[in-house]
């Protein structure tokens, strides 16, 4: 990293990751590094990876095409050619991601994910370091309050009707698994670490239970900040206020965010009722030491793929409004 510049690490993975990551590229000033889950096991991903074999790379894709240069010949046209999704081909095709499948041919003729993440970094000229938070093939496991005991990141983040009454008591990894070289320096050197936002347990959390993680969070002298989420998560975090996920994240890193930027923005009444339909509800943003309560949310409804069968967010933080608030941290 440049000790020109500042060294900011996000850590989370999924739609949160990539809207920090694509805010924060707009400032040359910060060396950005991601490290991202390595838990994913639904959609295109879990597809892929039951199929071959290999790590699940879909959080690694999004991070790659957000930090991509925008100044790259066709850049909106390999951004688009990333993300786009097969909506016709067949069941074997339908569904999958043109990114995922790209990622997992190049493991297969590489012969390693690291190499394959760093190829497509240097052919989308990235604008930052992408680290898998491991490189051993793990399971994210779920206990609740009841004892039941759920396995796979896509069963706890698509959780059995009638499970929003029960709480996570633990979450962890089988096996627990190990913190790549990478991503321990890269949280070492870091003057700012962003956790957030995303999913609580499967796309924050499911990074800080990896063996290693704690202990470098604990040690690193990095201000840390955790992004609330816009909208509580049926099965997860019902009724969860700010303060309960800042406890909750505390609970797994053994420290206290030093700074928690929330949305105060409310969101659109039609949104809203359609979010109620599903059980989900704005965060409650709890006032306190170190909440920072301004306007982060986009203005724009999220459209998915047709052939994309996972829940997705409906709106989410705006990635320049994001970016101002925590370079303003630095």
């Not at 790259?72 to 993300?83: K, M, T, V, Y």
Request: include cysteine; charge should be negative.
């Amino acid at each position: 990293m440049d000790k020109q510049q500042k060294n900011v690490v996000v850590i989370g993975g999924g739609t949160g990751t990539f809207t920090v990551l694509s805010g924060l590229k707009k400032y040359p000033e910060l060396s950005l590094t991601a490290v991202v889950t390595m838990a994913d096991s639904g959609g295109s991903t879990g597809r892929l990876r039951d199929e071959f074999g290999y790590l699940p790379i879909s959080d690694v894709r999004m991070a790659l095409v957000a930090l991509a240069d925008d100044e790259l010949s066709d850049h909106e046209r390999l951004r688009q050619l990333f993300l786009y999704r097969f909506e016709k081909g067949g069941r074997d095709l339908v569904g999958h991601n043109f990114g995922n499948l790209f990622l997992v041919a190049l493991t297969d003729i590489l012969g390693s994910e690291i190499e394959a993440i760093q190829f497509a970094s240097r052919m989308l000229r990235t604008k930052g370091a992408v680290h898998p938070v491991t490189t051993d093939n793990v399971t994210l496991v779920a206990t609740y309050d009841d004892g039941v005991v759920v396995h796979g990141e896509t069963h706890i983040d698509e959780p059995k009707p009638g499970r929003d009454n029960h709480k996570i008591t633990q979450l962890r990894t089988e096996p627990q698994g190990s913190i790549t070289p990478d991503a321990a320096t890269a949280v070492a050197q870091a003057d700012l670490i962003v956790i957030g936002p995303g999913d609580l347990y499967t796309s924050i959390l499911a990074v800080c239970v990896v063996g290693g993680v704690r202990e470098a969070l604990m040690k690193t002298t990095a201000k840390i900040v955790y992004v609330s989420n816009l909208m509580t998560k049926y099965g997860q975090t019902s009724t969860m206020s700010t303060e309960d996920h800042v406890v909750e994240l505390a609970r797994y890193i053994g420290r206290r965010p030093d700074v928690v930027l929330a949305n105060n923005t409310m969101l659109p009444e039609t949104l809203l009722a359609r979010y109620a339909e599903e059980g989900e509800y704005p965060v409650e943003v709890i006032s306190g030491s170190g909440v920072l309560a301004q306007d982060l949310l986009a203005s724009s409804e999220v459209v998915k793929s047709k052939s994309d069968n996972l829940r997705r967010s409906l709106i989410r933080h705006d990635p320049d409004k994001l970016a101002r608030a925590i370079v303003e941290l630095l």
